[in-house]
């Protein structure tokens, strides 16, 4: 769902719980770790890499596009690019909490651009050949594909590599928790993976800092949002009221995408329902006055599949109530076992 954004302006900082807790149980980190706010979690050690030959010869390419036809301009379609690449900045912004962009990048798992070019002499959009072309493109290194594309094998997957996946994802949330910035959009398709292996988070354009508020979602797909914020936002595009996401919905989506890994199966069933609001929200709604639904959830996972440890925090996670379900800080002091050193 494209939507504008409305953005109310708090402070965005830490959580000084959340940086306590990381420091009580393990020394300090040098200073290459790049702890920020204090935190002191474990860095996602991704290997920093150049920027590729292709990206270059793109930049050299978008430098010289000219004699595009102004007639075929589409500037409705131009604002809404240019709100979502707006957007996706001030995710950026908020990701970096202070640092550098090769610090975020290297340490915290979250995918930068290279750079931003703007292709000279083009009006503020076109269509060229049925494709519509942005006045401002991001250069980014070549990804060989995402979570999602990697789930659809799942059954081949290794108990060893779901683990490694499942670590890894909790690691990048906790690092996106303490900045105080809501992704909003957590889902396998954002988890990009590069030529090692390792796993990058991207797609900071549906992003907000805690406490902001929206006037809907953007891009969010409902199979991974907390069951809340869907019904939040489905009241706003009636209503007109702004949407607040929590930062506890993004703990949610981890949960689900963490059942899926191990699984291979979506969790409730919202997925097959979100074709259809009213249903949609009727199953949400049903999902929200279960209070049994964490038990019932434990113990469909005690299956030889699910170790018994992530059994426990998906119990945690997939808490349907926001107020009920575990925070950062108590998944750091309760499931320290399974962050990765």
Known sequence: MEAKRRCSSPDPRGNPSLEAAMMDRQPAAQEQQAPFNGLQLPTLDIVEQSMPHDAKRAMEFLDNVIDLDEDATAEPLANTVQDIQESEERGIRGALSGLSAQLA???????????????KYMPEGSFSGGMFIAVKVQLSELMVGDLKQLLKGTSSLSDEAKQHIAQRSLLQMLHMQDTAVCHDNFKPDNLLMRPDGSF?????????????????????IPAYAEPDLILFSSQSLQTGNLVTPDINGDLWSLGVITYEIFTGKLRYELAQASSDLSTMKGKIRNLLSNVNAPK?????????????????????????????????LDAVEQFSDLIPQ
């Open 105 to 119: 990048a290297t340490h915290r798992g979250v995918t930068l651009p290279f750079g931003v070019a703007e292709i």
């Open 296 to 328: 019932e959830l434990m113990a469909e996972t005690q299956a030889p599949k699910i170790p018994a440890r992530w059994q426990e925090l998906l119990s945690r996670l997939l808490e349907p109530r926001r107020k009920q379900r575990i925070s950062a």
């Open 200 to 220: 990058l988070l991207g797609d900071l354009g549906a992003s907000s800092f805690t406490g902001a508020e929206v006037e809907t979602l953007v891009r969010t």
